[in-house]
């Protein structure tokens, strides 16, 4: 089943913060997150292996919650080339959500 | 290395047709699977693998056959393409353990293919 993501788009200025969730039904052995630009792959971001585990990559965040099979992206201080649509991936098997497509202007 | 390589880049099948679209990856990773990408359905997966000789279907496997012969080559063959299989497909490998992927999923450039 896929992981729900909400919200579905969200528009951002330059500067400004935004958080992305992922739920799933079942329980999780991992949460994956990728970012993929208009007409290509997706991009891994990051990968979260344990429960309640947070991981950082630049100004992007993530937390695990594996008891609520929960897991949320965190976006600081936005880029405009934070631009994309945001996928997260639940495993096992690993099967995405439908997207966040986020928009950041200047 | 090359990473995930996928052929054809594009396609267009008539009804009917079968084909195959090949993925190979140099990486030895032991888990490989297929997504197809649709405007509003996200990525679904299709078929996977979790080593040579074993696969497994995902969420949306009917019309689709895989074979994993090799660590490296994980092809996915359409039987009888259906305008409801124009789409993109994605082909993506990564280390695994127990079946699980553990770690950076690669992704393919993907193949556009359009059936009549």
């Known amino acids: 089943q896929q992981p729900v993501q909400s919200p579905q788009a969200v528009i951002l200025r330059e500067g400004e913060d935004a958080v992305i969730n992922c739920s799933s039904s079942?329980?999780?052995?991992?949460v994956h997150w990728y970012r993929q630009k208009h007409g290509e792959a997706p991009v891994f971001l990051m990968i979260?292996?344990?429960?309640?585990e947070q991981k950082g990559h630049e100004k992007i965040s993530a937390s695990f919650n594996e008891k609520k099979q929960q897991s949320s992206l965190y976006l600081t201080a936005s880029q405009l080339s934070y631009s994309g649509t945001y996928f997260c991936?639940?495993?096992?098997?690993?099967?995405f959500g439908k997207g966040t497509r986020l928009s950041v202007i200047a | 290395n090359a990473g995930v390589t996928q052929t054809p880049k594009f396609q267009v099948l008539k009804t009917g047709q079968s084909m195959t679209l090949q993925c190979a990856q140099d990486?030895?990773?032991?888990?490989m699977s297929w997504y197809r990408q649709d405007p509003g359905m996200g990525l679904r997966l299709i078929h996977y693998?979790?080593?040579?000789?074993?696969?497994d279907q995902g969420e949306v496997p009917n019309g689709y056959n895989v074979s994993r012969s090799t660590t490296e080559d994980f092809p996915l063959r359409l039987l009888s393409a259906a305008p409801s299989q124009t789409s993109v497909y994605f082909c993506?490998?990564?280390?695994?353990?127990?079946?699980?992927?553990?770690?950076?999923?690669?992704f393919g450039p993907g193949t556009r293919l359009l059936v009549l």
């Open positions: 991936g639940t495993s096992a098997p690993l099967v």
């Open positions: 079942k329980a999780l052995y991992s």
């Open positions: 979260l292996l344990k429960g309640g």
């Open positions: 693998s979790v080593g040579a000789g074993i696969t």
């Open positions: 990486m030895n990773h032991e888990y």
């Open positions: 993506a490998s990564s280390r695994g353990y127990r079946g699980i992927s553990i770690e950076t999923q690669y």
